[in-house]
């Protein structure tokens, strides 16, 4: 399967996910599965999703100590999920345990990054005490990711052309915040289209409100994979 599209599940309930899963098609589109999701219909509703044919982004984003990190990405692995990520500010010693936890699987999936939220912006930064703003932040913890041994990052579409130029064709980048022309930016600040963001360099684009609110949200999908073949 080949579609960068990964479609964010992002229901505060399991039946919505499900009906709307069940409109899509799995060779179009990957699903991602975040943290109200997941925390209420559990593995089990994972299960379910790739019962359908899907692969699955576990977007759980953990930061914790080294050790429970790596537990925790080793029981996505044993889940069967495609991709899954950490928080890059959790530091070296926690995501090269997380990327040691998945070594030698037969089925490893890709662990990644968050880098800078895409809700944030430089002043969000200042007031945590960064004095650098998002660009630069994303570039450093971008390249510490890729130096703890991890396949690559969730950034901005908007930070990939420098990402792709200082971490490489192989390191993958995963771009939320992606929206159809004459949408609605909602809570993202740094949005772009979905041309632009795989010209932009990135791999895999991880969509929303665009398909999920849409009447037809097979046929956005078919749309938007259309537009960007």
Same mark, same amino acid.
Request: proline share 4%; hydrophobic share 45%; charged share 25%.
């Given at each position: 399967?080949?579609?960068?599209?990964?479609?964010?599940?992002?229901?505060?309930?399991?039946?919505?996910?499900?009906?709307?899963?069940?409109?899509?098609?799995?060779?179009?589109?990957?699903?991602?599965?975040?943290?109200?999701?997941?925390?209420?219909?559990?593995?089990?509703?994972?299960?379910?999703?790739?019962?359908?044919?899907?692969?699955?982004?576990?977007?759980?984003?953990?930061?914790?100590?080294?050790?429970?990190?790596?537990?925790?990405?080793?029981?996505?692995? $044993?889940?069967?999920?495609?991709?899954?990520?950490?928080?890059?500010?959790?530091?070296?010693?926690?995501?090269?345990?997380?990327?040691?936890?998945?070594?030698?699987?037969?089925?490893?999936?890709?662990?990644?990054?968050?880098?800078?939220?895409?809700?944030?912006?430089?002043?969000?930064?200042?007031?945590?005490?960064?004095?650098?703003?998002?660009?630069?932040?994303?570039?450093?913890?971008?390249?510490?990711?890729? $130096?703890?041994?991890?396949?690559?990052?969730?950034?901005?579409?908007?930070?990939?052309?420098?990402?792709?130029?200082?971490?490489?064709?192989?390191?993958?980048?995963?771009?939320?915040?992606?929206?159809?022309?004459?949408?609605?930016?909602?809570?993202?600040?740094?949005?772009?289209?979905?041309?632009?963001?795989?010209?932009?360099?990135?791999?895999?684009?991880?969509?929303?409100?665009?398909?999920?609110?849409?009447?037809?949200?097979?046929?956005?999908?078919?749309?938007?994979?259309?537009?960007?073949?």
């Amino acid at each position: 399967m080949t579609s960068p599209v990964l479609v964010a599940l992002d229901y505060a309930d399991t039946i919505d996910a499900l009906a709307l899963a069940r409109r899509l098609s799995p060779e179009l589109c990957r699903l991602k599965v975040g943290k109200e999701l997941f925390t209420r219909g559990g593995p089990q509703l994972v299960e379910r999703l790739q019962e359908l044919g899907f692969e699955i982004f576990l977007d759980l984003k953990f930061h914790d100590i080294p050790n429970t990190v790596a537990g925790a990405v080793r029981a996505a692995a $044993d889940l069967g999920v495609w991709m899954v990520n950490v928080h890059a500010g959790g530091g070296r010693r926690m995501m090269e345990a997380a990327a040691e936890a998945l070594a030698g699987r037969s089925r490893r999936p890709l662990l990644i990054a968050v880098t800078v939220l895409t809700s944030m912006t430089d002043e969000d930064l200042r007031e945590l005490g960064y004095s650098e703003g998002a660009e630069a932040r994303v570039q450093k913890l971008a390249a510490l990711t890729r $130096d703890s041994g991890l396949d690559g990052v969730v950034c901005s579409a908007l930070e990939a052309p420098g990402l792709r130029a200082s971490c490489g064709k192989d390191f993958c980048l995963v771009t939320p915040g992606i929206r159809l022309a004459g949408d609605a930016a909602g809570d993202q600040r740094r949005v772009v289209t979905p041309a632009d963001a795989l010209a932009n360099g990135a791999d895999y684009l991880v969509i929303g409100r665009s398909i999920t609110g849409a009447g037809d949200p097979l046929a956005v999908l078919q749309q938007i994979c259309s537009d960007i073949a």
